[in-house]
């Protein structure tokens, strides 16, 4: 085994780990810092396939921004949230079986019909490609990046404003 795919193996299970925390943390707060944890090692897993600004953008996008705006979410809606309230779901049965036939679906797909189509390639990432993104996003995409931007700030006022009413 290399140290590439050790590194692998390592990002891979904190990916898993953080997203296990996600899903079996009744805490919302501890959820939350569980899918920050996700989200570090999908950024880990971008940097290993040599694509840097995918590994930045996810750690300022999704760690930096998402994930804040969703922990200053819970801990404004705190009050909101009662301790004694029941949270299960009656159709988890269901929810479960459609899961497994989506797994089994996948795996069956991933063993028999595409393991053998996947040639990995050497061939990098243009140095061109980030340039041109970039440059795209400040001029052809400006205004969809702008109103973007607005949206969430409205989002996130919209959500101090009701929290404060309350």
């Known amino acids: 085994m290399s140290v590439e795919q050790g590194v692998f193996i390592v990002l891979s299970a904190i990916t898993l780990i953080g997203a296990w925390i996600v899903i079996s943390n009744r805490n919302l707060y501890r959820a939350a810092?569980?899918?920050v944890l996700s989200f570090f090692g999908v950024a880990g897993l971008y940097a290993l396939l040599n694509a840097g600004f995918l590994a930045v953008a996810q750690v300022l996008i999704y760690i930096g921004a998402i994930s804040i705006l969703i922990i200053f979410a819970i801990m404004l809606t705190r009050k909101?949230?009662?301790r004694e309230a029941v949270q299960s779901n009656n159709q988890w049965v269901i929810s479960a079986l459609v899961a497994l036939a989506l797994?089994?679906?996948?795996?069956?797909?991933?063993?028999f019909r595409v393991a053998d189509s996947w040639a990995v390639s050497d061939a990098g990432l243009p140095s061109e490609a980030v340039a041109a993104l970039g440059e795209a996003l400040v001029t052809t995409y400006a205004l969809p990046f702008e109103v973007a931007s607005v949206l969430l700030l409205v989002a996130l006022v919209g959500a101090i404003v009701i929290?404060?009413?309350k």
């Open 33 to 35: 810092l569980g899918m």
């Open 80 to 82: 909101i949230m009662d």
């Open 103 to 111: 797994f089994g679906v996948i795996g069956y797909t991933l063993a």
């Open 163 to 165: 929290a404060r009413e």
